[in-house]
């Protein structure tokens, strides 16, 4: 079983351009179960998180708003 906890995910959101943008990801994404980490690249459209479930942290940036593309 692998441990959730230290497991990063990688999300591309590209819909992100602004710094409003990725505080309203990052305030949505912390707030999920789980999760201990949120970094945005608003460059690359990238947001990595450490812990949480996938599912959950999709609901939390489609709650901020904003469309994830699978990768």
Same mark, same amino acid.
């Given at each position: 079983?692998?441990?959730?906890?230290?497991?990063?995910?990688?999300?591309?959101?590209?819909?992100?351009?602004?710094?409003?943008?990725?505080? +309203?990801?990052?305030?949505? @994404?912390s707030?999920? &179960?789980?999760?201990?980490?949120?970094? $945005? =690249?608003?460059?690359?459209?990238?947001?990595?998180?450490?812990?949480? +479930?996938?599912?959950?942290? @999709?609901?939390?940036? &489609?709650?901020?708003?904003?469309?994830? $593309? =699978?990768?």
């Amino acid at each position: 079983m692998t441990d959730v906890q230290n497991q990063a995910q990688t999300f591309t959101v590209p819909g992100m351009s602004c710094g409003h943008c990725v505080s +309203a990801v990052t305030e949505e @994404v912390s707030g999920v &179960d789980g999760v201990t980490s949120v970094d $945005v =690249d608003l460059d690359t459209k990238i947001v990595t998180v450490v812990g949480g +479930a996938r599912e959950a942290i @999709v609901a939390a940036i &489609d709650e901020a708003g904003y469309d994830t $593309v =699978d990768q």
